[in-house]
T-cell receptor, first 114, second 112 residues
């Protein structure tokens, strides 16, 4: 699992509240990613980072922001959660030396927005 | 853009049956291809990969061959076990890209 942890593992929140999910890795990987997993959609990339303070949008970035102030931490923020953001969120990481985009995944965070 | 299409599930098999999960892709260049597996309650793990045409990836008894002529990367196993029950994702990455594109996943259940 390349030392990737996510917190919290489960969260229930109400519509309109801000939510921050944390991904922490211990392997000094350069690249980090946030995905959401929904039935019938597989995994879709939300945002990714290619270094400290360097981030870019994925295919489903609307309503989400990210920050990476340290190599080991990648935060995903829902500024004002909506029911459509109920999902399972996965963080992944990849070292700069690994070819072919071999990503290592965290255990996931199940978020429910009521 | 790039995309991955894999067979709809769920797939239910008896132990020791043969497995094939179909995966086809659309890409502008020459992508690398992957199969990831997700066991219940866990994150995804890389199962196998292939980086160029005719390459065969293999791991844990699973195999997949990169077929450029049919743009396919089907996952096969000759004799499944109960412990193979999981969701399987086919994915691709274009050369030089930082991103993986995933299929929708196929849930496999193996009964004793």
């Amino acid at each position: 699992d390349a030392g990737i942890t996510q917190s919290p593992r489960h969260k229930v929140t109400e519509t309109g509240t801000p939510v921050t999910l944390r991904c922490h890795q211990t392997e000094n990987h350069r690249y980090m990613y946030w995905y959401r997993q929904d039935p019938g959609h597989g995994l879709r990339l939300i945002h990714y980072s290619y270094g400290v303070k360097d981030t870019d949008k994925g295919e489903v970035s609307d309503g989400y922001s990210v920050s990476r102030s340290k190599t080991e931490d990648f935060l995903l923020t829902l500024e004002s959660a909506t029911s459509s953001q109920t999902s399972v969120y996965f963080c992944a990481a990849r070292g700069a030396g690994l070819p072919y985009n071999e990503q290592f995944f965290g255990p996931g965070t199940r978020l429910t927005v009521l | 853009g790039d995309s991955v299409t894999q067979m709809e599930g769920p797939v239910t098999l008896s132990e020791e049956a043969c497995l094939t999960i179909n995966c086809t892709y659309t890409a502008t260049g020459y992508p690398s291809l992957f199969w990831y597996v997700q066991y219940p309650g866990e994150g995804l793990q890389l199962l196998l990969k292939a980086t160029k045409a005719d390459d065969k990836g293999s791991n844990k008894g699973f195999e997949a061959t990169y077929r450029k002529e049919t743009t396919s990367f089907h996952l096969e196993k000759g004799s499944v076990q109960v412990s193979d029950s999981a969701v399987y994702f086919c994915a691709l990455s274009e050369g030089g890209s930082e991103k993986l594109v995933f299929g929708k996943g196929t849930k496999l259940t193996v009964n004793p």
